[in-house]
Structures are given as C-alpha cells and as structure tokens.
C-alpha cells in the first residue's frame, strides 16, 4: 500500500482528469503531478519543507482541494475554516505554531488580520486567467534559506483541531502513512476506479471532504469535482454539468437535496448515480431510504472521525447489504468495544475502539489525553471514539450514542466549555450551560441557559448577538434561556446532558 499522498497519485495515465469545477476546463493527473512539484519548489524556496507547519484558508473550491494535496506533499498541511473570526484564528494559528498562512490573493479578512499581529509569513495563491481546475501560483515577501526535506510516512501530513470535553480544542496529526491508508479504505470499501468522479460539496477544512471526496478519488485515478461549497438551489445544475457517478455529504444536505429532488427528476434519470455516500453524522434510516428510492442507487452510510484520518465502518456497496441504521462493518481498522471504564474488549455494548494504520499516533503536547484514550489489548493499540456501540450479530455497528458531551451539529463537533467560556465574557452573564437540544434535520443544535448578574437586564438576542461577534456561526446558541436558576445534579454540578428534556424543550425542538 501507498504510505504518502505523493505516492497515492503518482502512477496514473497522466492525461486522465483530475480536478475540475464549474465552468473550468480539468487539471490532468500530470498536471497535478506538476503543479505538486512547483509547489515543492516555491515553499523549499521559501524555507518551508516537511518539518514544517502551513496554514491554510481558502475558500471551498478546486485551489482548496489541489493546495492540500500538493502543500502536504512537501510541509504539514493545517486547514482552517473559512468562517472563523480573527480571534479564533489567533488562537489555532498560534496554537498551531504555523511557519506561514496561505490566504488567496486580496484576502484582507479576519486570518490576514491574525497572522499579521502574530507576525506571520504570509503566502499569497493566485489562479493565472484561463488556468484550469485546481492549478495555481505560490508568491511571498520571505526570505530565508533553502530547504529540501521531503515527506516521508511517519511525517505528518494533516493537522486538524478537534473539540474535546474540555474547552481547549485538541490537536490531531495525521500521518502521511495515516491519510494514505484511510484513502486507499475508502476507496476499497466504494470500488472506486478511474472510472469514478466525485461530485464534492463538502467542505475542505474538514476530514470527510478531504479524504472521502478528494484523497480517496484521487488514490484511485479517479476525478474529483469541486463546487463552491453546499448550495441545495445549485445543485442539480452542478449534477448535470459534472456527470459524477458518486457524491458524499452529512445528513443535512442529503435531506436539504432530497427536498428539491421531485423537481429534478429529469437530471436524476440523465446522470445515473451509482452509489451516493453519507457520513459524519447519523443518517435516519427514513433518509436513507428516500434517497434509495429517488436516486435508484445503494446509500452507503459510513462512520468515520478525525483521529481516524475519517473512515473506520462503512456499510457494504452491493446492493440490499446497506442496513439503516447502522453504520456498517469495519472498513481498514480492526474495531471491537471496549468496557467504558476499564482498559479491555467485551461483548455486548460498550465503548467503539478502533485499531489501524490510518489512527493518529496521539494527541500532540497532550499526554493526559493520550493516556485516557489510548491503550493497549490483545496485540494492539486501540484508540477510544467515546461513542458507545455494538455490532449485530451479522458485524453491523450500531452507535447508541456519545460518551462525551460535545455537541454534534450536523456533522460540525462543538465544545459546550468553548462556548461557555464565550458566553461568560459577556458583562452581564454571571453563569451559563451549554448543552446539545435535539433538532430533527442537524441532529442537535446549540443551546445554552444563562443566569444574569443581579439587575442585569441582557436579553436572548443580545447574547446570541454577542456570540456571534466571538465565535464562528455554527457555535453560536440558536436558543439561549435566561433563568434564575440553572438545575444542577445531585453532586451540585451543573449537567449538560438531559439538560434539553430537564426544561421541557424536546417536543419543542421537534416541532
């Protein structure tokens, strides 16, 4: 098996398509091949090589896809959202420790505005008139000595923070080895081949788009397509023009698809699709089944998580063997259930572990972390989901639910204690619990009940408003109640969760 992302894309027929994008003509495997070793050129130039951290944000299209593959093919890569404000990207960037931060050219926003107070190498990218999908030039003011370190497999390709239950984010490297082994499992469970183009609307900052859509296709000479990021108004229109035989998203957008589905019929029967692929969230088994149903095509739900460089179940392609419901059979890692407390497998329900060459090899700068989830049994080393499972008798995983309190929000994971920690910044806040509320399409919003300093009078909009000048939108409450007094349990602490159904908002929330 390949063990890098230049190893993964470095044998097929180079005339075949590569990358694409609405109204662009492809870039070739050889031109991708070519653009990677010009990328190579300009950040050795620039001093930056494999031992090396630069960050990225760009918006959701081609550049984004062929800069992760290409900038991971000689530093470590670290995407961030494109929708973080300034104070956010001061923390991660900083947290990162980044060498520089390519931004598109005449991106003056909130991550220009970080970098520079933190003294950042700024890298500007700029697509030439008429390029096509995915190529792009590399320009800076940096001056420093040459360097030539290439990446090797034990060197770390991708960073990405994920929530933890406490409000610091952690940090997750993956593995050149680790991202490698998770596209070649993806692209094993789907059968792709270079036959295969991807339709992606999913983000690029994110580990689902990047290794199921981008790294997965292009493990298997296959094509990518990248819109713009998820509009539901657009996307049979992008359907028609891509002709991709397959697409992958969270819950939402399929449902969000699925209502705009009946008045499209005619591009449904135009471009047959031959799978369609769901992860990073539950998929309700009637979604699944309307999307079998409209698109004539298997659904294939799949498990994945970012300490996993994203797959580790994935329910099989032939057709009848995808069970809602579940979210598969192991797809690449060794997966077993764990006793919640205790370090060793059991039968029956218990904590989801998984095992593999695509799992992190840990925390960075967090030993605690890496001490509670993970350890060693039965000839490996199992790394804890904090999701609670069992398989069915046919070795079907079924998730029971999550271990820890981060909320889910269609597929975005957020701490509660980051949001408290924004919430309680607020001048008239004197105490606050942020909790997950069920919603039926994101599977859970944000919420938060907040207790007012004495003669404080800050109203609901006032605090949401607040939020949102802090924190990215997908973290700010959609609900916050303001109450006298927060229920706590019976040790005194304040509890998340039940906290929805404690103050009566569930049947609310489903309405």
């Given amino acids: 098996m390949e063990t890098t992302l230049k190893a993964l894309i470095a044998t097929h027929s180079g005339d075949l398509p590569a990358i694409g994008a609405p109204g662009r003509s492809w ?23 494999a031992s090396d951290r630069v960050a990225i944000v760009l918006p959701n299209g081609p550049e984004m896809a062929s800069a992760f593959v290409t900038v991971a093919q000689a530093a470590t890569t670290a995407p ?70 290439a990446p090797l497999a034990d060197d770390v390709a991708l960073i990405l923070h994920t929530s933890g239950t406490t409000s610091r984010p952690k940090i997750v490297p993956l593995l050149q080895s680790n991202v490698a082994a998770s596209a070649q499992h993806v692209r094993e469970s789907l059968k792709l081949t270079q036959a295969d183009r991807c339709m992606n609307v999913m983000p690029l900052f994110h580990i689902h788009g990047l290794i199921a859509a981008v790294s997965a296709s292009l493990a298997s000479g296959a094509s990518i397509w990248c819109a713009p990021g998820f509009d539901a108004l657009k996307f049979f229109g992008w359907m028609k023009e891509a002709q991709p035989t397959w697409y992958t998203a969270v819950p939402t957008m399929h449902q969000a698809i699925l209502s705009r589905a009946a008045r499209n019929s005619d591009v449904i029967a135009d471009t ?85 060459p695509n799992v992190t090899p840990g925390y960075e700068s967090n030993p605690d972390a ?13 790394f804890r989901t904090g999701d609670q499972g069992a398989f069915d008798a046919d070795g079907y995983l079924h998730l029971t639910g999550r271990l820890k309190e981060i909320i889910n929000r269609g597929g975005e994971k957020i701490s509660p204690l980051e949001v408290d920690g924004v919430l309680l910044d607020h001048p008239d806040v004197a105490q606050v619990v942020t909790f997950a509320l069920p919603h039926p399409k994101l599977g859970e919003e944000v919420a938060a009940a907040v207790v007012l300093k004495d003669g404080a009078s800050s109203t609901e909009q006032d605090i949401r408003s607040f939020a949102a000048e802090h924190i990215a939108d997908f973290k700010v409450p959609r609900k916050v109640i303001i109450m006298d007094e927060i229920p706590k349990g019976a ?3 304040m509890q998340r969760i039940g906290l929805a159904e404690k103050l009566g908002l569930v049947a609310e929330s489903g309405q």
């Fill in 491 to 493: 040790t005194g602490k």
């Fill in 80 to 149: 961030l959202n494109p929708a973080y404000k300034e104070e956010e990207y001061a923390f991660y960037l900083e947290d990162l420790k980044a060498k520089a931060l390519i931004l598109q050219d005449g991106d003056d926003g909130p991550a220009f505005a970080a970098a520079s107070k933190l003294g950042m190498n700024i890298i500007r990218l700029s697509v030439p008139e008429g390029a096509a999908a995915g190529h792009f030039m590399l320009t800076s003011d940096i001056s420093a000595d040459a360097a030539d370190k």
């Fill in 370 to 382: 890496n001490e509670k989830n993970f350890f060693e049994a039965d000839g490996a080393r199992w």
């Fill in 272 to 356: 047959p699709l031959r799978f369609l692929r769901s992860s990073s969230a539950s998929l309700p088994a009637q979604v699944m089944r309307a999307l079998n149903e409209t698109f004539n095509a298997p659904v294939v739900e799949a498990y994945g998580m970012t300490e996993a460089a994203h797959q580790m179940a994935c329910n099989p392609l032939e057709s009848g063997t995808q069970k809602p419901g579940a979210v598969g059979i192991p797809a690449g890692p060794r997966m077993g259930i764990a006793h919640e407390a205790e370090n060793h497998l059991i039968e029956g329900t218990g904590e989801v572990v998984i095992s593999g």
């Fill in 27 to 49: 870039l070739s495997y050889d031109g991708l091949r070519a653009l990677g070793v010009e990328v190579a050129q300009a950040l050795n130039g620039m001093g930056i090589d």
